[in-house]
Every structure is written in structure tokens, then in C-alpha cells.
């Protein structure tokens, strides 16, 4: 049985000063920067072309463009973590993630698992024996998709949905699969007598544990939730929220958290990145970023958010101007045809490194009298 849900409305003084968290993590807290990543992303890179029709291009010569959905991330999730990601609407989360999983095939870049580059969609992994041996990627790494109303196939039931990830990680015999089958739907609290249920029979709550389920019958070591709760009122919000930290205790699970709701992030992650126009301008342990944001477009980021009361609300920060096209990105730093601390030409003309900044790195001219960040020294240099 779960255990009851928890609110995950962080207090208003803990969103506006940052002090200790709310509620301890279940899972052990991973090291920063310390040992091999299990999951390493090295100048990350996505871009969708738009081709225009033939009678565009016939008539109006319209070219190809290109959108810059991810533009050269760095990124190292070290095991048993959760990493939160946040970012406005089209910055690239949700591309980012996919890429994490080979949803979507990067550009360029390279993705490593447990310090081994991924080969095609096969990694080299260390087995029980201490052997080492090629394992398909998908075995390792799986996804939570935010919409759980489009994400689950409406024309099967619970059992064949959950079928098909089991026997692809090699149960045979249909006493195993069905074994398995009544043992996750029970695991993510379900009624293991709904398994020849239909989708659409079901709530939104319990069509994401049914997503959720589906995800661990391969048993990952990465899971990526891309908004998992963002459609889902506050009272499910919480148990779902409770789910994926039991399940992260059980199994030793490694979580992106992707969303919008930052009492979310403040909850559930032990560090935070912030995504802006395809690009990760800050990062940092949740207490030190919520604290201290350094970079300005975090700093408007954390201020935006909505605080009951007064003497614990930040100065709202408004900033001018839309978020750029990621079509026809700006030069320079992507943030500084909307920043309000600009330090002057180079913000315009240079995109900034990562600099260490106290325990956080920050893409921010502002802060160059710091030393570049170690961890992002080698992407740095193809960056500027």
C-alpha cells in the first residue's frame, strides 16, 4: 500500500529564501560532480529542419530553416539523483529528455551511460558476472510522457500494454508475463483485477501509473518524467509524486524530472537546471539555486512565482520582449536581448562559458571573474 499523500506546496518563505527543504529525499543524495555520471550528455545537440513546400519554393523561393531545439547542452546525472529541469514553454526540455532516452536521434553530441559512449542504440554495461557486454539502450533508460490521455494505446488493454516492455526484456512464457502484469499494476496501486481495462476507463491519475508501470517492467536505471503531473489536480499531484520517490527508494532509480511547477521541482529534485532557448544557463543544488540564483533569467524565474504572503515575496522581475525564435536565435548569450543586467558588447556578440560559481554553474558574463567550470571545460571551447 502507498503511503498517504503529502502536500508538495512548498512553504512561501521556502520558495522565496530557500533554507532547508520541506521534506527529506528518499533516495541517497548523490555527489555533484563526484565519480562517473550514469548518464553524461556532451555538447547535446537537436535541430528540426522546416522545408518549405514545393510551391513555396517554386513561387516565393522560400528556403530550408532550421529550429535550434537544443543547442550544445551539457549535462551529468549521477546515480541515484534526481535532476529537476525547468525552463519557459519551447525551451527545450521536452526534446532534451527525449534525447536522453533516443526518442529523437541527436544532431550532434554524444551521449554516454556509466562513462561508455552510446553506439547506435547499444551500450556497453558491466554485467553481474564483471563482464563487459552490449545491452540495448531502451533496457537502461525509459520515459513518463506528460500526457497520459495520448501516451497509452486506447485500442489495448492494461495487460497487453504491459506485455510488450516485458517481453522485450525477455520474459517468455505467458505465466511469467502474466505474474509480472498483476505485480506492477499492484506496485504503482492499481487493482490488479482492472488489468483487461481499457484506457479510456480509467482516470488521469491512473493513466499515468499505468505509464509509470510501463516504464519500470523493463527495470531502467534512468528514468526521464517529462511533466508527469502537470495535468493532474494537486490531491493526485501527490500521490503520484509520492509513487515515483518509493519506487526511486526500491529501485535505486535516477530520475529527470522535467516541469513547470516549481514547488515541484523544490520537492522532489537534489539538483536543478535551468533551460533557456535550448541552452542550460544555471545549475546547482535545489537549496543553493533556490537561495541564490545567480543568472538573471533564473533570478526572474523564481520570481515569478506566485507567494501567498507578502514579507516573504521576491521583487518581481518583468522582463521586456518575447523569447526569441529558436529559428533565428540571437548572438551571443541567448538571454540578452531580454536581460536587465547586461554587463555590455560581449553579452551580445561571445556565448558565455560555464563559470563556478560557489556550487553552482552559471552561463553568465557577469560572473567572469570566476573560474570557468571544470565539469564544462572541455564543451566551453566549442561553445564561443
Not at 510522457?145 to 501516451?151: K, L
Not at 518575447?322 to 558588447?345: E, N, T
Request: contains cysteine; aromatic residues 6%; glycine residues 8%.
Amino acid at each position: 500500500m502507498m503511503s498517504e499523500p503529502v502536500s508538495v506546496q512548498a512553504a512561501p518563505d521556502e520558495l522565496a529564501q530557500g533554507p532547508s527543504r520541506g521534506q527529506a529525499v528518499t533516495a541517497p543524495l548523490a555527489s555533484n560532480g563526484q565519480g562517473t555520471p550514469l548518464v553524461e550528455a556532451s555538447g547535446l545537440t537537436k535541430y528540426f529542419p522546416i522545408r518549405p513546400s514545393l510551391l513555396a519554393r517554386m513561387l516565393v523561393r522560400q528556403q530550408e530553416k532550421t529550429v535550434r531545439a537544443v543547442d550544445g547542452v551539457d549535462l551529468a546525472i549521477h546515480s541515484g539523483e534526481t535532476v529537476g529541469l525547468v525552463g519557459e514553454s519551447g525551451c527545450g526540455k521536452t526534446t532534451l529528455g527525449r534525447m536522453l532516452t533516443m526518442l529523437h536521434t541527436p544532431t550532434a553530441g554524444e551521449i554516454r551511460f556509466q562513462g561508455n559512449p552510446l553506439v547506435g542504440q547499444q551500450v556497453t554495461v558491466i554485467g553481474d558476472d564483471g563482464r563487459p557486454r552490449k545491452v540495448p539502450y531502451y533496457h537502461l533508460t525509459q520515459i513518463v510522457f506528460q500526457n497520459p490521455y495520448s501516451s497509452l494505446n486506447p485500442r489495448k488493454t492494461v495487460r497487453e500494454i504491459l506485455s510488450v516492455p516485458l517481453r522485450a526484456r525477455g520474459l517468455k512464457t505467458t505465466g511469467e508475463i502474466e505474474a509480472e502484469v498483476q505485480f506492477l499494476v499492484e506496485r504503482v496501486g492499481l487493482n490488479p483485477r482492472h488489468v483487461d481495462r481499457y484506457p479510456h476507463q480509467f482516470s488521469g491519475g491512473q493513466r499515468q501509473r499505468i505509464g509509470i508501470a510501463r516504464a519500470l517492467a523493463m527495470r531502467p536505471r534512468f528514468i526521464v518524467a517529462d511533466e508527469p503531473v502537470s495535468s493532474l489536480d494537486v490531491s493526485i499531484q501527490a500521490q503520484v509524486i509520492n509513487l515515483l520517490e518509493e519506487l526511486q527508494a526500491e529501485y535505486n532509480l535516477t530520475y529527470l524530472f522535467i516541469a513547470h511547477d516549481l514547488s515541484v521541482i523544490y520537492h522532489i529534485s537534489d539538483r536543478v537546471a535551468v533551460m533557456y532557448l535550448g541552452h542550460i544557463v544555471e545549475e546547482g543544488t535545489t537549496d543553493d539555486l533556490f537561495a541564490t540564483p545567480h543568472h538573471p533569467y533564473t533570478q526572474a524565474l523564481l520570481a515569478a512565482v506566485p507567494v501567498v504572503e507578502k514579507s516573504a515575496r521576491r521583487n518581481r522581475i518583468l522582463l521586456q520582449g518575447g523569447v526569441p525564435s529558436p529559428i533565428d536565435p540571437p548572438p551571443g548569450c541567448p538571454f540578452h536581448p531580454r536581460c536587465f543586467a547586461k554587463k555590455g558588447s560581449i553579452c551580445e556578440e561571445q556565448l558565455p562559458p560555464f563559470f563556478q560559481v560557489g556550487n553552482q554553474r552559471v552561463a553568465c558574463w557577469l560572473y567572469d571573474d570566476q573560474p570557468v567550470s571544470p565539469t564544462a571545460a572541455s564543451g566551453d571551447s566549442e561553445r564561443l
